[in-house]
Nanobody, 124 residues
Framework: QLQLVESGGGLVQPGGSLRLSCAAS????????VAWFRQAPGKEREGVSC???????VYADSVKDRFTVSRDNAKNTVYLQMNSLKPEDTGVYYC??????????????????WGQGTQVTVSS
């Protein structure tokens, strides 16, 4: 059974850091493009970052230079390092995976496999 599990969310003060993990089971994540999306209350789900099979990364303008996506194929896990967090980064963060050479943060429909999400709250 193909499964994605996010972890690492929590409450952090503005300017702080968190590292999210997306662990896969039931399939080899190395064959998949993986993306991170987030959804704030009352807002649509938006793309944050993604990483292609070859390691190429894409970032939304709002997180560029603050977030870094990486993958550890040996651990079957993708990470999202989030630095200089802002209150507007608050939301539920989801990872998603799809068999594709390339990745996108533009369309949720590009991904068929989703995790259950992890809450990130940035507040003083």
């Amino acid at each position: 059974q193909l499964q994605l599990v996010e972890s690492g969310g929590g409450l952090v003060q503005p300017g702080g850091s968190l590292r999210l993990s997306c662990a896969a089971s039931g399939f080899a994540l190395s064959w998949y493009a993986v993306a991170w999306f987030r959804q704030a209350p009352g807002k649509e789900r938006e793309g944050v970052s993604c990483i292609a099979i070859g390691g190429g990364a894409v970032y939304a303008d709002s997180v560029k230079d603050r977030f870094t996506v990486s993958r550890d194929n040996a651990k079957n896990t993708v990470y999202l390092q989030m630095n200089s967090l802002k209150p507007e980064d608050t939301g539920v963060y989801y990872c998603a995976a799809e068999i594709s050479r390339f990745c996108t943060v533009q369309h949720t429909a590009a991904y068929r496999n989703w995790g259950q999400g992890t809450q990130v709250t940035v507040s003083s």
